[in-house]
């Protein structure tokens, strides 16, 4: 005891042992502050993770549907607007604005049932399509039809939620055209010039070229 009481001479011994007590509570104290800090680092940490996760799974589980415009089937100078869900849910309520599609003329066999198209409400599954006609350039004994060769097409549609999303896409087909690959249709036929043989040259053309569409 004698060291205790010479720590503690002059003062009363129960003075001591409540300076003791405080100051142990004080150490007490300020290890359970380190301790909510840590604990409240801690769940800031783990709710930043669920944010980051709970986001990454809303993009990869919501719809994306995706305009592009590529060589049509009816021949050279033709073009297609092929709309696909790249999404893993499904897209509803599409409707788009185009800007460049007027009736060009009393001929033009796109505009007003494209219009008709893209007026309507559309509704896509995950990984469905639709191609439609979209353009025909002017060539010798074809007049122009659809959209201009340069428009802009703004895409909007909701997810099963109804969450909102849009998308703008612009096209050139003066600029695609020049470097577009087209399928041939087969060579010419050099023989037979009876009727038969000429329908069955032409078939054999728009079949190949079909084919080469396929892998678009």
Not at 6 to 14: C, L, M, N
């Amino acid at each position: 005891m004698t060291g205790w009481v010479k720590i503690v001479e002059g003062v009363p011994v129960d003075a001591a042992l409540a300076w003791v007590a405080a100051i142990a509570a004080a150490v007490t104290a300020l290890a359970t502050i380190g301790l909510l800090v840590g604990a409240v680092g801690t769940l800031t940490s783990a709710r930043r993770q669920l944010s980051l996760l709970r986001a990454q799974a809303e993009r990869e589980g919501r719809p994306y549907v995706v305009a592009e415009v590529v060589p049509g089937f009816h021949g050279a100078g033709s073009w297609d607007l092929i709309v696909r869900n790249y999404g893993r849910t499904s897209a509803r309520q599409i409707t788009y604005t185009v800007e460049g599609l007027t009736k060009k003329n009393p001929e033009d066999h796109i505009a007003t049932p494209l219009a008709s198209y893209l007026e309507s409400e559309r509704w896509l599954a995950p990984g469905a399509r639709e191609r439609v006609m979209w353009r025909h350039d002017p060539a010798k004994g074809i007049t122009e039809s659809g959209v201009d060769a340069r428009s802009t097409v703004r895409v909007r549609y909701r997810d099963e939620l109804g969450t909102p999303f849009s998308d703008t896409f612009v096209f050139d087909t003066g600029v695609l055209g020049a470097i577009a690959p087209v399928p041939t249709t087969g060579p010419e036929a050099t023989s037979g010039a009876d009727k038969p043989m000429r329908n069955l040259a032409h078939a054999l053309r728009a079949i190949a070229s079909h084919i080469g569409e396929l892998r678009r």
